[in-house]
T-cell receptor, first 115, second 114 residues
Framework: GAVVSQHPSRVICKSGTSVKIECRSLDFQATTMFWYRQFPKQSLMLMAT?????????EQGVEKDKFLINHASLTLSTLTVTSAHPEDSSFYIC???????????FGNGTRLTVT | DQQVKQNSPSLSVQEGRISILNCDYT??????FLWYKKYPAEGPTFLISISSIKDKNEDGRFTVFLNKSAKHLSLHIVPSQPGDSAVYFCAASAFTSGTYKYIFGTGTRLKVLA
């Protein structure tokens, strides 16, 4: 069964609004979670590393003020897309390893459409 | 700068035959490699992995081969089944900035023909 749960699976929002995506580890504690973004027919691009109890680490070119990450507990990380624009429309997927250096387990992703 | 590359965007194989998916990487710091399978509108599912100290790892119908000198890995699926039809991503991992990071290739769409 799924070990990482992501919600919502699909969201449509108006330009200028903010959207929050939740990622939960179901049967393990995740001190680190990873947020990826996938454009159609492209690779999974690492956006940021979410660290429990400390600031997230963002990849080059990812705006930290636009993509707010909060990892408030060992089982929950949230990604908030602030002031969303149509170019933010994408497939966002979170993941976490059960232990450091082990395979990532992915959520089912969130399809964000900004109109 | 694509550190992990899958040069074949698609592959078609007859049911029962072998499927070979290839992946190349550029960063010699990568020491752990993984293959994932992905269906549309779902997150990737982990298939098999290999550490850089090995050159082969086998799990049922899936075998991953690693050639460190060539910075190349491949996934062999034999025999291929229609249910194997999906997009396959390779990923490479390295410990950097205090954590392991996982970089994914662009994916290969495998179609197994019945």
């Amino acid at each position: 069964g799924a070990v990482v749960s992501q919600h919502p699976s699909r969201v449509i929002c108006k330009s200028g609004t903010s959207v929050k995506i939740e990622c939960r580890s179901l049967d393990f504690q995740a001190t680190t979670m990873f947020w990826y973004r996938q454009f159609p027919k492209q690779s999974l691009m690492l956006m940021a590393t979410s660290n429990e109890g400390s600031k997230a680490t963002y990849e080059q070119g990812v705006e930290k003020d636009k993509f707010l990450i909060n990892h408030a507990s060992l089982t929950l990380s949230t990604l908030t897309v602030t002031s969303a624009h149509p170019e933010d429309s994408s497939f966002y997927i979170c993941s976490a390893p059960k232990s450091s250096g082990s395979p990532l387990h992915f959520g089912n992703g969130t399809r964000l459409t900004v109109t | 700068d694509q550190q992990v590359k899958q040069n074949s965007p698609s592959l078609s194989v007859q049911e029962g035959r072998i499927s070979i998916l290839n992946c190349d990487y550029t960063n010699s710091m990568f020491d752990y490699f993984l293959w994932y399978k992905k269906y549309p509108a779902e997150g990737p599912t982990f298939l098999i992995s290999i550490s850089s100290i090995k050159d082969k790892n086998e799990d049922g119908r899936f075998t991953v081969f690693l050639n460190k000198s060539a910075k190349h890995l491949s996934l062999h699926i034999v025999p291929s089944q229609p249910g194997d039809s999906a997009v396959y991503f390779c990923a490479a991992s390295a410990f950097t900035s205090g954590t392991y990071k996982y970089i994914f290739g662009t994916g290969t769409r495998l179609k197994v023909l019945a």
